[in-house]
């Protein structure tokens, strides 16, 4: 004995399954967890955020060095998961509001324009390090670029001012 469906059968399926996850959805937007309150950042994060104010000519070194190993460091970024320490390094003089980069940092950022931007979508792709500049406000076509030079920390180099 077989059985067969009508196409209205089909069609009520269809119905009811799309009803289904109609009233889901709703649902879904309420079990997300906003990034407001500090315990909620260091949970996602799980490591320690830390900022720093300074402006190029004091870090143009360590930043034309950051920008030169961005290759490099790509690779580790997409595989970084669990880190102890990620501090930030707010350039402040090369905030877009200031008037942006030196010219010799720029010049650096036009020379590795691609890996940058590389770069940036790995951190946009790495939920640990999104999270961590998006706690202190700082967008990713902000950052310069990153330095891993102990286990289990990062340097994060943004044109940026930090919250006020």
Known sequence: MAITTSPDTRWLHMVAATAFLAASVPQ?????QGL???DTVNKIIGSEVGQEETNTTVEA???ATAIDRTRENIGTVRKTSKLDKVDIVFLTDAARTEGGLPPAIETKV????????????????????FNAIDSQRVQTEDVLAVEFDDPGKVVIYAAAKPPS
């Open 61 to 63: 070194g360590k930043v």
């Open 110 to 129: 036009e020379q590795h324009q691609d890996d940058i931007a590389e770069l940036r979508e790995e951190i946009e792709a790495n939920a640990l390090l």
């Open 28 to 32: 879904a937007a309420l079990n997300a």
């Open 36 to 38: 407001e309150g500090p």
